[in-house]
C-alpha cells in the first residue's frame, strides 16, 4: 500500500515523518540545512518574487519541493494536491467534524456489483482541465495506469493492491492498457478488483484518482505543472523557492460540493525554517497573519504562543490521530519475551514528555487509531505508562539474554524521544545505541530491503478512515522493505490471512471483529510497542477564515480556508 | 620596567650577533623560549608578567578552564548527583518547560535542567566539552600533519609536483563539504564509532589551507642561505624538509592550530547540528545549541550556557592563537614599530634597530622595547 515517505525533516518538528509528507511532499535536507546554518532566515526573503494580493493565502513549508503529480503524491485529499486535482470521490469535513466520502467528479461515490468486486462511476457533465480540454473517463484512466510505471513510484499503492489483473503492469508508456479498468463511454468508467471491497470508494478519493489529460504526463517534471483540474492550477513552482497557484478559469463551483475556492491565490514559500516561520505566523509580520504553517507547529513554538492569549487563539490542535510507535524489526529481535521485554522497558509518559507533554496526545495500547469504526480499546500488556524495569529485566532472564545490544536508529529531531526511548530501555539492562541520520537517509533506511536497524520510532495515520488503511501497510507481511511500510518486518501468516479476510468481507461488524482479530494478534506477538496517539497543533494567521481540523485527518482542511478583509 | 629591559637587550644583541645561521629561525624560537621562560630573579616577576600578552593569559586561562571542564566533567557532574543522561520529569510542567527560575537552575542543578527530558545542563555542557575538545584536538591534529606534509613537498618541489599538489588543494577548497558529510555519515556503518569518523572527515577536509599556508612560506625559505647551505654540505632532502625547513614553520604551525582548533569545534557543532554529528545521547554542544535555538523564547538559560561555552573556548584559543603569533612571529607587528620610530628618532637608532627586526628571532619585543632600545 503506501510506499512512504520519505521525509521527515522536521527540524524543530516535534511530529511524525509519514503524516507531514503527505500534505506537503518531498524536501530536500541539505538546501534546507545550509539555510540554518548560514543563519539567513530562510524563506521571506526567496519567496520575495511572490506577488502578495490581499485574497492570497500563504502556506509557509519546510519542504524545498512539492511534488503535484497524482501518480507519486501522497497527499491527503483535503490538502494541498485536493487544491489542484479534482478526483473521482473527494472528502468533505461536516460542520461537527466527520469526514465523509463525497461524489467529486463523478455522480454518486460509486455503484457497485458483483458483491463489491465491480465499481462503476459516471462523471457529471461539463467537466474541464484547466487547458479548456474536457475530462473524459479516458483521463481517470490514463492518470491511474501512469501510476503503475515503474518511473513514478513513491505514491499511493492503495489501488494497485486493490485492482485485479495488474501482475507484469508496468504503466501505459509500454504500449499497454490495464484491463481491470474499462471504460465504455467517455463518461463512463468501471474498476474490477480481485476482492470484493466496501471502501473502494474511500479509495476513489485519493489522489491517484485524479484525472491525467490522456498521453500527457510522460515526464517526471509534469509533477512541477501538471494539468488542473480543481479551482486552482500552477502559475509556477520553482523547487526550494515558492509555488504559486492561481485561479483556473475552467473550474466551476457549480459542479464541485466542497472546494471554496476562496483565496484568489495561494503561494506555497517553500524552505522555511519552522521555527521562525511559526513566530512570522503568531506575530502577524510580514504575510503571517494571512499565512498558515504546513507543518506542525514546534512545540517551543507552541508553548511560547500559550502564553499569549492573542497568539493562543492562533493555535488549533487535532484530536487523537496517528499512530506513533516503537517499531521492533522482528527480523533481529526474533524472541518474542526480548520484544516484550522492550514492551514492559519502555515509559510512554518519558517519551510523550519528550514530545512536547500532556498535549501531544493520549497513551496508545492498540493499534487501530481513534476514530476509525473497526477500533476496540484494550490493553493485553497492561504495561504501566512509566514502563516496569522490573518485569522487564525477569522477561529478559527468563529468555537468557540479560543485556541485549540494540541499535535504533532516528532522525536527528527525534534525538529528544529516543534518548528518552533509550534511558528506560536501559534501566532495563538493554543496551541501546541510537545512531541519527539525515532524514532523506533515514526514509531510506527504514524501508529499503536490508533493514539495518533494531528499533525505530515511527508514525502513521492511515490514508482513508478504514482499519485496512491502519493495518494493511504496517504489517502485511507483503508490506516489507521495497520502500514499504512493514517497519517491524513482521511476517505472519495468520495476520495476513487475516487481513484477506477482513478486506472482503462484505458484512462490516464481520470485518470489524477481524480487523480487531489482527490488532490484538499482531500485539500478542509484540511486533511493535503502541506509544501515543498524537495530536497534532497547527497555526494559522490571524486573517486566515475556515480553518477547521476534523476527527480524520488530524489535518487542517485546506480546501475550505479562505481570507478575511483586513481589520475583521 | 628599565629592569625588564636590563634583562631582554643582552639577549636580543646575542641574536643579532649569532653568526652566519642566526636566521635560522629555530634559534630565534629557543632565545626568545629562554627569554620569556627563563628563571629570573624574583623581585622582577612583577615587572616581567607586565610583558605577557594579555591575550595569552585570558586565552590560556579560558583554554585551561575547558581542558579542566572537559577532564573532570565526571566528578563535577557526580557533586550534584547528575549525568547528562537522566531525565528529571519532575522538574517539567505538563508542557515540557523547566518550572522554577531561569530554566530550573538550583543547587542541585547549576545550570537548570534542559526542556522536554529535563536533563541536567551543567553536566550536558562538561560532557559536551569532552565532545568538542576532542574532536577538535584529533581533526586539527590530523588536518596539520596532512597539511604540513604536503606543503612541505608543494613548496619544496615546484614544478609537476607542487601543480599536482596545489591543484588537489583547489579540489579540496571547491569540495562540498557538508554535503560529503552528510552521504559519508549514510555509508559508514552504524558500529563505526561517530566521535572517530567526525575527526576523520574534519580533520581530512581542513587541511588544505594549512598546506597552502606551509607551501607559500616553504617556497620563501628553500631559496634561504642555510637551506642553500645544507644542499651544497650533501644533506639529504628529508634531512633539509624535516631539520632545515620544518623548525622554521614551527611558530606558523602552532599559531594554525590554536587558530584552527575553534573553526573545528565549530564544525562539529554545526554537523550534529545537522543530525550527523553525534549520536545522541551522548551530549554535544553543537546539538545542544540547535535544540536550543528554538526555545530562546521560552527557556534562553538552555541556549545561553552551551553558546556561551562554544563562544568562550573559541575565544579562548583565538586570543591563544593571536597572542602566540606576536609572540612567535614578531616581524610583521616590529615592522610597523620600526615605521613608527623612524618618524621619531635619529636614522643612527633606526639602523640599529631594523638590523635586529630583519633578524627577526630575537623575542618579541612591544612598542616600550623598540623605543627605548631606540633611545639607549
Request: overall charge positive; some cysteine; hydrophobic content about 40%.
Amino acid at each position: 500500500m503506501t510506499r512512504n515517505m520519505t521525509t521527515q525533516k522536521m527540524a524543530s518538528l516535534p511530529q511524525t515523518p509519514r503524516q507531514k509528507i503527505r500534505r506537503i511532499g518531498i524536501s530536500a535536507l541539505a538546501i534546507l540545512t545550509t539555510f540554518a546554518l548560514c543563519g539567513c532566515g530562510t524563506g521571506t526573503a526567496a519567496a520575495g518574487a511572490a506577488t502578495t494580493t490581499s485574497n492570497t493565502l500563504t502556506v509557509l513549508t519546510q519542504s524545498t519541493s512539492i511534488s503535484l503529480d497524482p501518480a507519486t503524491s501522497q497527499s491527503l485529499p483535503n490538502t494541498t494536491a485536493g487544491l489542484v486535482h479534482r478526483r473521482l470521490n473527494t472528502w468533505k469535513i461536516t460542520d461537527d467534524g466527520q469526514t465523509k466520502v463525497v461524489p467529486d467528479l463523478a455522480t454518486t461515490t460509486g455503484v457497485s456489483s458483483q458483491g463489491g468486486r465491480v465499481w462503476t462511476y459516471t462523471l457529471k457533465k461539463g467537466l474541464r482541465f484547466s487547458n479548456g480540454k474536457p475530462i473524459t473517463s479516458r483521463d481517470i484512466k490514463w492518470g491511474i495506469e501512469r501510476s503503475f510505471s515503474d518511473s513514478f513510484t513513491g505514491g499511493l499503492s492503495y489501488h494497485k493492491q486493490l485492482l485485479a489483473d495488474t501482475a507484469g503492469y508496468h504503466g501505459p508508456f509500454t504500449g499497454k492498457s490495464l484491463k481491470s479498468v474499462t471504460t465504455p463511454d467517455s463518461r463512463t468508467i468501471v474498476f474490477h478488483l480481485n476482492t470484493p471491497f466496501a471502501d473502494w470508494p474511500w479509495v476513489a478519493s485519493l489522489v491517484s484518482f485524479a484525472p491525467v489529460p490522456y498521453g500527457q504526463g510522460t515526464q517526471k517534471s509534469y509533477a512541477n505543472t501538471p494539468v488542473a483540474s480543481g479551482p486552482y492550477m500552477v502559475r509556477s513552482n520553482q523547487a526550494g523557492k515558492q509555488l504559486v497557484l492561481t485561479r483556473n478559469p475552467y473550474w466551476s463551483k457549480s459542479t464541485d460540493p466542497v472546494r471554496s475556492g476562496g483565496p484568489a491565490q495561494v503561494v506555497y514559500k517553500m524552505g522555511q525554517n519552522l521555527t521562525i516561520a511559526a513566530q512570522q505566523v503568531l506575530q502577524g509580520t510580514g504575510d503571517g497573519s494571512t499565512s498558515i504553517l504546513g507543518e506542525f507547529i514546534p512545540t517551543a513554538q507552541r508553548v511560547q504562543a500559550l502564553g499569549q492569549p492573542a497568539q493562543a487563539k492562533l493555535l488549533k490542535t487535532s484530536g487523537d490521530g496517528a499512530l506513533e510507535y516503537l517499531a521492533i524489526n522482528n527480523r533481529h529481535v526474533r524472541s518474542r519475551l526480548v520484544r516484550e521485554a522492550i514492551a514492559y522497558a519502555t515509559s510512554r509518559r518519558d517519551y510523550r514528555t519528550a514530545k512536547g507533554g500532556k498535549a501531544m496526545g493520549g497513551y496508545a495500547t492498540t493499534l487501530i487509531t481513534p476514530g476509525i469504526a473497526a477500533r476496540k480499546k484494550y490493553d493485553i500488556w497492561k504495561v504501566p505508562v512509566d514502563g516496569d524495569p522490573a518485569k522487564a529485566r525477569q522477561l529478559l532472564k527468563q529468555a537468557r539474554q540479560e543485556h541485549p545490544h540494540l541499535t535504533m536508529i532516528a532522525t536527528s529531531d527525534q534525538s529528544e524521544q529516543a534518548s528518552a526511548i533509550q534511558h528506560s530501555l536501559a534501566l532495563a539492562g538493554f543496551d541501546v545505541s541510537i545512531r541519527t541520520m539525515d532524514s532523506e537517509v533515514f526514509s531510506d533506511a527504514r524501508s529499503n530491503d536490508k533493514g539495518d536497524y533494531d528499533l525505530l520510532i515511527a508514525s502513521w495515520q492511515p490514508d482513508f478512515p478504514s482499519a485496512y488503511a491502519n493495518i494493511a501497510p504496517l504489517f502485511d507481511s507483503s508490506q516489507i522493505g521495497g520502500g514499504n511500510m512493514n517497519l517491524a518486518r513482521y511476517s505472519n501468516p495468520r495476520v495476513d490471512a487475516l487481513i484477506h479476510e477482513a478486506t472482503g468481507e462484505e458484512d462490516t461488524a464481520r470485518a470489524n471483529r477481524l480487523w480487531q482479530e489482527a490488532d490484538r494478534t499482531i500485539m500478542e506477538d509484540v511486533a511493535v510497542v503502541p506509544l501515543i496517539y498524537s495530536r497534532n497543533t497547527f497555526v494559522h494567521g490571524s486573517r486566515v477564515g475556515g480553518f477547521h481540523i476534523g476527527t480524520f485527518p488530524a489535518y487542517p482542511d485546506y480546501l475550505s480556508m479562505t481570507i478575511r478583509k483586513e481589520g475583521k | 620596567m628599565s629592569q625588564a629591559r636590563s634583562v631582554s637587550q643582552p639577549l636580543s644583541h646575542v641574536t643579532v650577533k649569532s653568526g652566519p645561521r642566526s636566521c635560522h629561525p629555530l634559534r630565534g624560537q629557543s632565545l626568545k623560549s629562554q627569554k620569556s621562560g627563563a628563571p629570573q630573579a624574583p623581585g622582577k616577576t612583577r615587572a616581567r608578567s607586565r610583558r605577557v600578552d594579555p591575550r595569552l593569559i585570558i586565552g590560556g586561562i579560558l583554554v585551561t578552564f575547558f581542558v579542566l571542564l572537559a577532564i573532570f566533567a565526571g566528578p563535577l557532574s557526580a557533586l550534584t548527583g547528575n549525568d547528562p543522561y537522566t531525565p528529571h520529569r519532575e522538574l517539567l510542567d505538563d508542557n515540557s518547560v523547566p518550572t522554577g527560575f531561569g530554566g530550573g537552575i538550583s543547587a542541585q542543578h547549576w545550570f537548570g535542567v534542559t526542556p522536554l527530558r529535563g536533563a541536567d545542563l551543567f553536566s550536558i555542557v562538561a560532557y559536551g566539552a569532552q565532545v568538542s575538545l576532542t574532536i577538535g584536538i584529533g581533526a586539527t591534529v590530523i588536518s596539520m600533519l596532512i597539511g604540513v606534509g604536503v606543503g612541505l613537498l608543494a613548496g619544496y618541489f615546484p614544478g609537476v609536483v607542487d601543480a599536482v599538489l596545489s591543484r588537489t588543494m583547489d579540489v579540496f577548497f571547491g569540495f562540498p563539504f557538508l554535503i560529503f558529510a552528510i552521504a559519508l555519515s549514510a555509508v559508514v556503518p552504524a558500529s563505526f564509532p561517530r566521535e572517530l569518523l567526525l575527526i576523520l572527515v574534519l580533520g581530512f577536509f581542513g587541511w588544505p589551507s594549512i598546506a597552502r599556508l606551509i607551501r607559500g612560506q616553504v617556497l620563501s625559505l628553500r631559496g634561504r642561505d642555510y637551506t642553500t647551505a645544507a644542499r651544497l654540505m650533501g644533506a639529504s632532502t628529508g634531512h633539509i624538509l624535516v631539520n632545515e625547513l620544518l623548525p622554521g614553520l614551527l611558530p606558523l604551525i602552532i599559531v594554525r592550530l590554536t587558530l584552527a582548533l575553534p573553526g573545528r569545534i565549530s564544525a562539529e557543532a554545526a554537523l550534529s547540528f545537522l543530525g550527523v554529528g553525534i549520536n545522541p545521547p551522548t551530549p554535544s554542544w553543537g546539538r545542544s545549541i540547535s535544540d536550543a535555538v528554538a526555545w530562546v523564547m521560552v527557556d534562553p538559560m538552555y541556549l545561553l550556557f552551551p553558546g556561551l561555552a562554544l563562544f568562550l573556548v573559541t575565544l579562548g584559543f583565538n586570543l591563544l592563537g593571536d597572542g602566540l603569533a606576536d609572540a612567535l612571529n614578531p616581524r610583521a607587528r616590529r615592522r610597523e614599530m620600526v615605521e613608527a620610530t623612524v618618524d621619531r628618532t635619529s636614522g643612527k637608532a633606526t639602523t640599529g634597530t631594523v638590523g635586529t627586526v630583519t633578524d627577526g628571532h630575537n623575542a618579541r619585543p612591544d612598542s616600550h622595547d623598540v623605543r627605548e632600545e631606540v633611545q639607549a
